[in-house]
């Protein structure tokens, strides 16, 4: 029987560069220091099939939060050919405004989505700003639409999106945050999103400080490093590491192919 390998790219719609330490670590000594974070979506493809983790925000939500973004993600995609049309699922690993944002941007979609993150989000602990601040209602709404669609299909902790791709629930960050482990020729990947926002996170055991519940966080940590082939192969949700460390793809510059494995090893301060 033939396996499946799929190809898998990291395409980066925003970033940030005006942030500290302070936002990505939890009791870090140099906290004053800088700290880009970048943001992505990732596709992953295999013949006829493509799935899409995570759909990033658009250009209204980038102005209500003061966030701007570089490109649309659904303008983003355009630069692996792709239309919304031509994307047949798509797995939303938390639904964090950075994560679950253009939803309504994918009509032939399926979604895959963790019920202890709808719930999470449809919930009580909605009622305390501090949990609702990574939220919008109106994503929120989205996703309940989705549902009322028929176009969600709820996953088990650990469960099959294709032959190949595999959802695995984490907590930690939001309730029900899900990694994406992906068979690829190099090895297997995790893209991990918001289980570790950067390589430092995990492999330091330094918790991102958005987080629901730090114990799940750490547990996290020790799963997705599990899930990959080895460290590398693990994928920060927002590190921009991960452009240096895997070959940029076509000539937009703003998308990189991962399924090669990396070009590069992490920094020796992390190994």
């Known amino acids: ?37 970048d ?9 006829n099939r493509t799935i899409l983790v995570d759909t990033g925000y658009d250009t209204e939500e980038a ?5 701007p973004i570089l490109c649309h993600p659904v303008k983003a995609i355009e630069a692996l050919g792709l239309t919304p049309d031509d994307v047949n699922d798509v797995v939303i690993t938390h639904l964090h405004y950075d994560h679950a944002g253009t939803l309504g941007s ?32 109106a994503h929120i709404c989205d996703a309940v639409t989705a549902v009322f669609s028929g176009r969600v299909r709820f996953k088990e902790r650990d469960d099959a999106v294709a032959d190949g791709v595999t959802v695995h629930c984490v907590g930690g960050h939001s309730k029900g945050l899900q990694v994406v482990r992906v068979k690829t020729a190099s090895g297997w990947m995790c893209l991990a999103s918001d289980a570790t926002h ?35 192969m693990v ?37």
């Open 1 to 37: 029987m033939t396996e499946t390998f799929w190809e898998v790219y990291a395409v980066k719609y925003a970033d940030r560069n005006n942030r500290t330490r302070f936002e990505s670590f939890m009791f870090d000594p140099l906290h004053q220091q800088p700290h880009p974070m």
């Open 39 to 47: 943001y992505f979506v990732w596709v992953l493809r295999s013949g």
């Open 63 to 67: 102005a209500r939060r003061g966030r």
């Open 106 to 137: 994918f009509p032939r979609a399926t979604f895959h989505l963790q019920p202890a993150e709808m719930a999470y989000a449809t919930g009580p602990c909605m009622c305390e700003d501090i949990l609702r601040k990574p939220f919008t209602g």
């Open 198 to 232: 950067f390589f430092e996170n995990f492999i330091t055991r330094t918790p991102f400080p958005i987080v629901v519940d730090v114990e799940e966080m750490l547990h996290g940590y020790d799963r997705i490093q599990s899930l990959a082939s080895r460290n590398e």
């Open 235 to 271: 994928i920060p949700g927002h590190d921009p590491l991960v452009t240096t460390l895997y070959p940029g793809f076509g000539t937009s510059g703003f998308v990189w192919r991962l399924d090669g494995g990396p070009t590069a090893s992490l920094p020796d301060s992390l190994t």
